[in-house]
């Protein structure tokens, strides 16, 4: 791409969009981030859907979107418009369309805007493998032109707004043809419609790039901005992780997402989906929305200093090139091929070494495929070396590693350690005088220590360059926290002068502070947010070996948190990933419930990938790389999938869950609990 998808990954700055009218509301240009959900009600039931629209509308929420899936729901959208005017509710009303046009050239006389898929509006999906030649491409492009043109005109006509949503899962089986199912796909299957609608001068438009993997959605995004800057566009963009799930899982996976576009200045308007109460959508978007604003007002920080060039691929996903390092018992390998580690801080003093065995024992017992694989504690006093020791001891065989993070004011008195575990310290503040830096490697060489080195985002000197390639145990690199309000932009920084200097040692990502990011959030669910931010946007740009979350309230918590940011980010699978379509009035059963039922029966199942769907809509193209699918067919009825191929046909709901766990044991992919 020759355009730039940000003014800047150091610095936030809001992407300039132009202003787009959805009824009285405006988003784009210098509006804030408007925050949307989606009714999950039966839209033919007009009394149920007004109500739901109202109460999301009085929780915050500023765009409402109704499926319509069919003509007589799109009719239905005209009652229940009157019922939530008549309750003096002006919330801008959004028709969900899918395959019919007919549905979307009713509903565009009882809304503000529509929204389109792309890939099954006007066009086909039979998962066909075809070459079309250039002109068989051009003539699908003509008949697309011919279809979609009505609606169009007629949104031109009555002053309503468009929404062009590609889903990862749903690409046309042209697309696919020629893209492929990635990101240049999504895009070029958004820019296909966009120009049809500029040949007709309509430019009320805002595009979404959805998927359920954040890193497939954040390259789809940065990549169709680019190719609009291409072409001299500016639409608006909807921001969302689609099929996110429930719960911390799902909250995680959303803020990896979009926070992520956020803090490169992108996005207009999101939704979180949730697969919950839609009212439970709107205080998570709303905590990123507001972040958002807050970014992007900030003045121009330190990092600015430096516009080290990163010489990255923002569009496709490449892990940083690191040495890799083993050591320990059990033995880890971080860096190189390996999957980021997780590094847990303990919640007691060193003074305490028996609670911290304890805590230790506890969650290797009991979470193995999500151990403590680098143990993190305090150390305020020389005095303290003796309790080292005992830990040091009676940690070998339990955790690969131990780390020592160094808080004393005088360093000058050194440990002195026996026994086999591997032991790196930490110092506090970060190094910017080569002189500092060969007197720790010393420090570290003298008393057998492994170095972890703190660095600024800044170019390394040929002396530092030299020190780090020299020193006895090769370092873990981190980034030195002392004045970079944006943790984000100065591991970017960091890791662009470690490959300007071609530096190829583990980066260990930190989320030590809270409120970072957001200083006056100072709640769970806000840090949670944080770091998902933090870890998930530079994991998703293929930085970090070692992660440590370190702003909660235990050690359990932090530990948790650090391996469920990895799983949101693909970085590593340690349990079962479950992709779960949020539920709207085309769903065939009670998704929530039915979600946890499943979990229930195998949320054990480490590495598999389940689809829950409540439709066909949401069926075998919005499930994308599951393993296996649960989709509702008719009211009752549930059809499952291994991968996209449909397997079982109009299972009783009461036998489905039963019968996906005989699926799974057929493919050969079931575990007893």
Same mark, same amino acid.
């Given at each position: ?213 954040p890193k497939v959605m954040i390259e789809a995004y940065r990549l169709v901005v680019s190719m609009m800057k291409d072409e001299d566009m500016d639409y608006p963009l909807h921001l969302g992780v689609t099929e996110a799930g429930d719960g911390e899982d799902a909250r995680i996976k959303s803020a990896i997402g979009i926070g992520s576009l956020l803090l490169d200045g992108l996005g207009d308007t999101i939704r979180v989906s949730l697969t919950e109460d839609p009212v439970a959508e709107i205080p998570v978007a709303q905590d990123l929305a507001r972040r958002a604003e807050t970014w992007w007002k ?59 065995i304890r805590e230790v024992a506890q969650v290797q017992t009991n979470s193995k495929d999500a151990p403590v694989e680098g143990m993190l504690v305090d150390l305020h006093s020389s005095s303290e070396f003796q309790h080292l020791q005992t830990l040091a001891d009676a940690l070998w065989g339990a955790v690969p590693f131990l780390i020592i993070e160094d808080h004393r004011e005088s360093d000058d008195h050194l440990p002195s350690f026996t026994g086999m575990l591997p032991v790196f310290w930490l110092p506090q503040k970060e190094f910017t005088e080569d002189a500092q830096l060969a007197r720790f ?81 100072? #709640?769970? %669910?806000?840090?949670? @947010? !944080? $770091?998902?931010? /933090?870890?998930?946007? &530079?994991?998703?740009?293929? +930085?970090?070996? #070692?992660? %440590?979350?370190?702003? @909660? !309230? $235990?050690?359990? /918590?932090?530990?948790? &948190?650090?391996?469920?940011? +990895? ?107």
């Amino acid at each position: 791409m020759s355009s730039p998808y940000c003014d800047s990954r150091i610095q936030p700055q809001r992407r300039s969009a132009r202003e787009v009218d959805i009824g009285a509301l405006v988003i784009g240009g210098k509006q804030p981030v408007r925050v949307q959900s989606m009714t999950t009600t039966n839209t033919l039931d007009v009394e149920a859907t007004a109500s739901q629209t109202i109460e999301l509308a009085e929780a915050g929420c500023e765009i409402v979107r109704i499926t319509a899936p069919n003509a007589r729901s799109a009719e239905a959208l005209g009652l229940i418009a009157k019922q939530v005017r008549h309750a003096k509710v002006d919330v801008p009303l959004v028709a969900d369309i899918h395959f019919m046009p007919s549905a979307a050239m009713e509903a565009v006389k009882h809304v503000e805007k529509v929204r389109v898929n792309p890939g099954n509006y006007a066009d086909h999906k039979k998962f066909q493998v075809r070459e079309y030649t250039d002109l068989q491409y051009e003539e699908e492009l003509e008949r697309l032109h011919t279809e979609f043109s009505p609606l169009v005109l007629r949104c031109k006509e009555l002053g309503r707004s468009m929404r062009i949503g590609t889903n990862h899962g749903s690409l046309s089986d042209r697309i696919m043809n020629r893209f492929g199912d990635t990101p240049r796909g999504m895009a070029e299957s958004a820019l296909e419609f966009i120009r049809i609608a500029e040949t007709h001068n309509y430019h009320q438009i805002v595009l979404s790039m959805k998927a359920s993997n954040p890193k497939v959605m954040i390259e789809a995004y940065r990549l169709v901005v680019s190719m609009m800057k291409d072409e001299d566009m500016d639409y608006p963009l909807h921001l969302g992780v689609t099929e996110a799930g429930d719960g911390e899982d799902a909250r995680i996976k959303s803020a990896i997402g979009i926070g992520s576009l956020l803090l490169d200045g992108l996005g207009d308007t999101i939704r979180v989906s949730l697969t919950e109460d839609p009212v439970a959508e709107i205080p998570v978007a709303q905590d990123l929305a507001r972040r958002a604003e807050t970014w992007w007002k900030q003045p121009l920080s330190q990092e600015k200093v430096w516009d080290g060039k990163e010489d990255i691929d923002p569009y496709t996903f490449q892990r940083r090139q690191t040495r890799a390092i083993q050591l320990g018992k059990p033995p880890l390998s971080f860096g190189g091929n390996a999957p980021p580690s997780v590094i847990a801080r303990s919640s007691h003093s060193i003074q305490d070494p028996a609670s911290i065995i304890r805590e230790v024992a506890q969650v290797q017992t009991n979470s193995k495929d999500a151990p403590v694989e680098g143990m993190l504690v305090d150390l305020h006093s020389s005095s303290e070396f003796q309790h080292l020791q005992t830990l040091a001891d009676a940690l070998w065989g339990a955790v690969p590693f131990l780390i020592i993070e160094d808080h004393r004011e005088s360093d000058d008195h050194l440990p002195s350690f026996t026994g086999m575990l591997p032991v790196f310290w930490l110092p506090q503040k970060e190094f910017t005088e080569d002189a500092q830096l060969a007197r720790f490697l010393a420090f570290c060489d003298q008393a057998s220590l492994h170095p972890i080195v703190p660095l600024p985002p800044a170019p390394l000197t040929e002396g530092t360059t030299s020190l780090l390639e020299c020193s006895a145990k090769p370092p873990v690199l981190t980034l030195g926290m002392a004045s970079h309000h944006n943790p984000v932009a100065g591991y970017r920084l960091l890791a662009a002068a470690l490959k300007s200097a071609k530096i190829e040692l583990p980066l260990w990502i930190r989320n030590r502070e809270k409120g970072r990011l957001f200083p006056q959030d100072k #709640l769970f %669910s806000g840090r949670l @947010l !944080d $770091s998902s931010i /933090l870890s998930g946007s &530079l994991l998703c740009d293929g +930085l970090g070996d #070692l992660i %440590s979350v370190e702003n @909660l !309230d $235990s050690m359990d /918590l932090n530990r948790g &948190l650090a391996y469920n940011i +990895l799983q949101g980010a693909r970085a590593r699978i340690t349990k079962t990933e479950f992709v779960a379509c949020p539920s709207c009035g085309r769903t065939l059963f009670d998704l929530q419930s039915t979600t946890q039922k499943v979990k229930q029966a195998t949320g054990h199942l480490k590495g598999v990938t389940i689809a829950i769907m409540g439709c066909i809509v949401n069926g075998p193209g919005e499930m994308a790389d599951a393993d296996f699918g649960y989709v509702g067919s008719g009211p009752g009825k549930i059809n499952l999938y291994v991968g996209k191929e449909r397997v079982k046909s109009s299972i009783p709901e009461d036998e489905a869950v039963d019968r996906l766990v005989d699926l799974i044991q057929e493919e050969g992919k079931w575990i007893d609990p």
